[in-house]
């Protein structure tokens, strides 16, 4: 366990995707995704389990810039000054699906699967977005492979995300509603 850390997510027959949506379930969460880079893959994976319908309130593929910036919300001037693969567009794109569909959490995925590079971003570069009414994050990262293998990564490394994000959620619910006696702690 000290080796594998916040990486370790379950025992027996599990997969990470299993273990995002039964945390989805257990918060009682909903989740909504802005796919550029993944074009719809989370959501595919998601769908594929049972209970779906219950967590995932909706997605969008957002290939176009046009999409981005009509269904989404994200502002020209990011996308002039940032270009789509950056870490606004992905705050902006995660703030504006979460919006969109009413959902507790937003996820976006924006990137360079390849071939080519793209806005002088090079292929593998990828940027996830995970949106709360209380905060935005944005995690950068540089994969390798090929183009199904950078979208596949891609994809765990959200779910992984999206999963600490529940986590933390969970911690602090009991930080902030468990009753504790003062001299326990002094």
């Known amino acids: 366990m000290a080796r594998v850390g916040e990486y370790f997510y379950g025992y027996g027959d599990t997969s990470l995707v299993r273990e995002a949506s039964k945390a989805l379930h257990e918060h009682g969460k909903t989740v909504a995704a802005a796919e550029s880079l993944t074009g719809g893959m989370f959501s595919e994976w998601l769908t ?12 969008v593929v957002c290939y176009t810039n046009q999409v981005k910036q009509q269904v989404l919300g994200c502002r020209e001037e990011t996308l002039s000054s940032h270009g789509a693969v950056s870490k606004e567009c992905a705050l902006e794109l995660a703030e504006g699906v979460r919006k969109l569909t009413g959902s507790d959490i937003g996820i ?42 950078i979208r596949k990564r891609a994809v765990k490394y959200g779910l992984h995300h999206l999963l600490n994000l529940l986590k933390r ?16 702690f002094f």
């Open 48 to 59: 594929d389990l049972e209970g779906a319908s219950s967590i995932l309130n909706g997605s």
């Open 169 to 184: 959620e969970l911690i602090l619910f009991f930080v902030r509603f468990t009753p504790f006696k003062k001299e326990r």
């Open 108 to 149: 976006s995925f924006t990137g360079v699967a390849g071939p080519d590079t793209q806005e002088g971003q090079p292929v593998g570069k990828v940027f996830i977005g995970l949106s709360t009414k209380d905060q935005t994050d944005v995690f950068e990262w540089m994969f390798t492979g090929s183009r199904s293998g």
